[in-house]
Each structure stands twice: as C-alpha cells, then as structure tokens.
C-alpha cells in the first residue's frame, strides 16, 4: 500500500535528551514536510525539503534538525535546545514542488518530554 | 491578524441538518485553497481542493470568494461521522507553504 508511515506512534523521553522522529514515504512525492501541532493551535512548519539533500527551515525550526538523504525518507530530530517538545509531530508530503500541491500526512508522532 | 482564521466553534448540530463553515484569509494573492478533515488525535485528512468556480462532492460543497477573501465549506444531511475538526487551509502565492487555520470542530447528535 502507498503511504506515509511516521514512528513511534508515542515517544517519551527526558528533558536534555535529543530523538529522531522517522518519516517514510512510497508514494514518490518530492517535496516533504514536518509540522508540530498543539493543542487549540494550527499546524505549525517546522522544515520542509523538495529534493533529496535538500531542505529549508519552516516557521518553527530553531531546536530541531532535518535530514534528506533519500527521496523516502526525512526525520526529523528534536534536540534538547527545543524549549517546548511536548507535541503532536506530523509528517506531510506533496507530490510537487514550486505550486501549492495538496499534501498528505502520516500518523503522527506524540512527543511527550518530562 | 492571523492569516487564516477560523470560527473555532463547536456546532452541534442533529443528523440530517446543513451546517457551513466559512474561513476567511488576509493575502489576497493566495492562489491554493483547501479543506481537510481532522479526528480527534488522527492526522489532518485532506477532503477537498477549493475551485474559483465552486466545486461538489456528494454532500460536500466548497466555495471561494476572492473579492471577499473567505472561503466556505457546506455539509449537507449530516451524518455522526462528519463529526471532527474541518481545517482551512491556503497557500499564498508563489510559495510551497501551506497556511493552516486551528480549525472548526462540528459535533453531530442522534
């Protein structure tokens, strides 16, 4: 089946701690996204990429960082520097790039720092 | 003001009732509109692209206002299950970014 997958569902972990945060897709999409989302706010960009080893920062990035070393693949890393972890993390991709496509996301992931 | 906004609600509204949503924006060189459903702590789903000229899909129908700048989502003979969260979502000119609202939740009752 195609699709988005995201892993962990859930994730806990302690504060000073950095995670990576895994998104896949098969749906041969080139553009790529990661979005947080808390509660009674919007979907926030956190980084986006359109092409394999490349990315940009979002509206959000500052205490995360991306990679995109495949065309499938693009986690996301929350470093201890993110002031505020605890979150729903989303996963998105777009079959264009250069035009608002639609997008598509995974599961999700629920963060959960203490 | 926010880019996107959004009348948080909730609407409780019975079966078989016609509930709108409308969601105004504040560029007006936004060129991509959308409408996704979100359920409870799922993933947002998308459930239709918004078109200058209207568009239908079975019960739900989407309009834009450029000149107004709002968009519009109808539900017609509500079902249970169209309760979640309808999110409004646009993308401003020239950019791959899309800028979601926070969302309408529509609760539907027996």
């Known amino acids: 089946d195609g699709g988005i997958t995201q892993s962990p569902k859930y994730l806990f972990r302690k504060e000073g701690q950095n995670v990576t945060l895994s998104c896949e897709q098969n749906?041969?999409?080139?553009?790529m996204y990661w979005y947080r989302q808390d509660p009674g706010q919007g979907l926030r960009l956190i980084y986006y990429s359109q092409i394999v080893n490349d990315f940009q920062k979002g509206d959000i990035a500052e205490g995360y960082s991306v990679s995109r070393e495949k065309k499938e693949s693009f986690p996301l890393t929350v470093t201890s520097a993110q002031k505020n972890p605890t979150a729903f993390y989303l996963c998105?991709?777009?079959?264009?790039?250069?035009?608002?496509?639609?997008?598509?996301f995974g599961p999700g992931t629920r963060l959960t720092v203490t | 003001r926010k880019e996107v906004e959004q009348d948080p609600g909730p609407f409780n509204v019975p079966e078989g009732a016609t509930v709108a949503f409308n969601c105004t924006y504040s560029?007006?060189?936004?060129?991509?509109f959308f409408w996704y459903r979100q359920d409870c702590r799922k993933e947002p789903k998308l459930l239709m692209s918004?078109?200058?000229s209207g568009n239908e899909d079975g019960r739900f129908t989407a309009q834009l206002n450029r000149a107004s700048q709002y968009i519009s989502l109808l539900i017609r003979d509500s079902k249970l299950s169209d309760s979640a969260t309808y999110l409004c979502v646009v993308a401003p000119y020239n950019t791959d970014k899309l800028i979601f609202g926070t969302g309408t939740r529509l609760q539907v009752f027996p």
């Open positions: 998105a991709s777009s079959p264009g790039t250069g035009l608002a496509y639609e997008q598509y």
């Open positions: 560029n007006s060189a936004s060129q991509s």
């Open positions: 749906l041969n999409h080139d553009a």
């Open positions: 918004v078109y200058s």
